[in-house]
């Protein structure tokens, strides 16, 4: 499957950014889907991760009530709608898919089998 990010770009702190992936192929149903982000100088973070159908979700605590992930498998599309954006969560954005079992729970122990190529988010103070 191959991954395409997008929405990143400059926003003030406090306000709010969605992040889209459009994703390859027929099977998209078949993947849990999730969200990295990697800052500066630092090894890339898990973000958030949701499940094949939606009903398991998984967040990092530093995102945790800010952020929400969320899939519409008609349209091949895992987003990531941010909010209440901090300086700190400037980072290249990145959208992951594994088919592997219980995905999303391993995407929050950094495991995905596919990545996309990177969205730049900056939050000015």
Do not use: H
């Amino acid at each position: 499957v191959q991954l395409q990010a997008s929405g990143g770009g400059l926003v003030q702190a406090g306000g709010s950014m969605r992040l889209s992936c459009v994703a390859s192929g027929r099977t998209f149903s078949a993947y849990a889907m999730g969200w990295f982000r990697q800052a500066p100088g630092m090894e890339r973070d898990f973000v958030a991760s949701i499940s094949w159908s939606g009903g398991e979700v998984y967040y990092a605590d530093s995102v945790k009530g800010r952020f929400t992930i969320s899939r519409d498998n008609a349209k091949n599309t895992v987003y990531l709608q941010m909010n209440s954006l901090k300086p700190e969560d400037t980072a290249v954005y990145y959208c992951a898919a594994t088919k592997l079992p219980s995905g999303a729970r391993k995407m929050a122990r950094m495991v995905a089998d596919y990545w996309g190529q990177g969205t730049l988010v900056t939050v000015s103070s």
